[in-house]
């Protein structure tokens, strides 16, 4: 069966160092699945695209292509979230997002973190500020985070090995987590309900006992 896994990227610009690091972890898990005999896809939420139902969310009900994207979540083997830090924690919209996500979308769900920023002394927003709050909301966060400063996007980036260590260190783990778990099946919600046919032959047998005195 083939994987799921979808990453959340709440970058703001075209281009965008938060996506590119979500491209490349998502890259990182896909190499690491297939070594595994594992097939995955790959589906990419930009939220800056969703800003306005996030809003409407919010206040009222979720627009379609937002439900959309909360059923993508819901079906994912695999989350991977990522935003850029601002005054050392998550940006507004990526929080957002989270709050308007329905209760229990997360519970239990592997979540791979990064996050990308100024200097590498914000990295620790990984655990004081982002580990929390899906620990709030009972996902399974992997022990691996990724974190990108400015300085890991230089001239030569892809000389830089720390970074791209980290980043295979971090597919690899999520690739793991995913392989050892079944496929994530998504109930269907009206699975259970009775067709017309069947709710009318019940009606008919509920009153032919009523006649009979049952």
Same mark, same amino acid.
């Given at each position: 069966?083939?994987?799921?896994?979808?990453?959340?990227?709440?970058?703001?610009?075209?281009?965008?160092? /938060? %996506?590119?690091?979500? +491209?490349? #972890?998502?890259?990182?898990?896909?190499?690491?699945? $297939? &070594?595994? =005999?594992?097939? @995955?896809?790959?589906?990419?939420?930009?939220?800056?695209?969703?800003?306005?139902?996030?809003?409407?969310?919010? /206040? %009222?009900?979720?627009? +379609?292509? #937002?439900?959309?994207?909360?059923?993508?979540?819901? $079906? &994912?083997? =695999?989350?991977? @979230?990522?935003?850029?830090?601002?005054?050392?924690?998550?940006?507004?919209?990526?929080?957002?997002?989270?709050?308007?996500?329905?209760?229990?979308?997360?519970?239990?769900?592997?979540?791979?973190?990064?996050?990308?920023?100024?200097?590498?002394?914000?990295?620790?927003?990984?655990?004081?500020?982002?580990?929390?709050?899906?620990?709030?909301?009972?996902?399974?966060?992997?022990?691996?985070?990724?974190?990108?400063?400015?300085?890991?996007?230089?001239?030569?980036?892809?000389?830089?090995?720390?970074?791209?260590?980290?980043?295979?260190?971090?597919?690899?783990?999520?690739?793991?987590?995913?392989?050892?778990?079944?496929?994530?099946?998504?109930?269907?919600?009206?699975?259970?309900?009775?067709?017309?046919?069947?709710?009318?032959?019940?009606?008919?047998?509920?009153?032919?006992?009523?006649?009979?005195?049952?």
């Amino acid at each position: 069966m083939t994987r799921r896994i979808v990453v959340i990227s709440a970058g703001l610009r075209e281009p965008s160092s /938060t %996506s590119l690091l979500g +491209e490349r #972890l998502a890259e990182a898990t896909l190499t690491a699945l $297939a &070594a595994r =005999g594992s097939v @995955a896809e790959v589906e990419v939420v930009e939220l800056r695209h969703h800003g306005g139902d996030i809003m409407q969310a919010m /206040t %009222s009900f979720a627009p +379609e292509a #937002l439900r959309a994207v909360f059923d993508r979540v819901a $079906a &994912a083997d =695999g989350v991977i @979230a990522l935003t850029p830090l601002f005054n050392t924690s998550y940006s507004g919209l990526f929080k957002s997002f989270f709050d308007v996500l329905p209760e229990g979308s997360l519970a239990g769900k592997l979540v791979l973190l990064g996050a990308t920023g100024g200097t590498p002394r914000h990295s620790l927003a990984l655990d004081y500020a982002l580990r929390p709050m899906f620990a709030y909301l009972h996902a399974d966060v992997l022990t691996t985070g990724v974190f990108a400063a400015t300085e890991d996007w230089g001239a030569a980036s892809d000389d830089v090995r720390p970074l791209t260590e980290r980043i295979t260190r971090a597919g690899e783990s999520l690739a793991e987590a995913i392989a050892a778990r079944p496929a994530v099946v998504v109930a269907d919600e009206f699975a259970s309900t009775a067709s017309f046919e069947e709710m009318f032959s019940r009606l008919r047998s509920a009153d032919d006992d009523f006649e009979n005195g049952l």
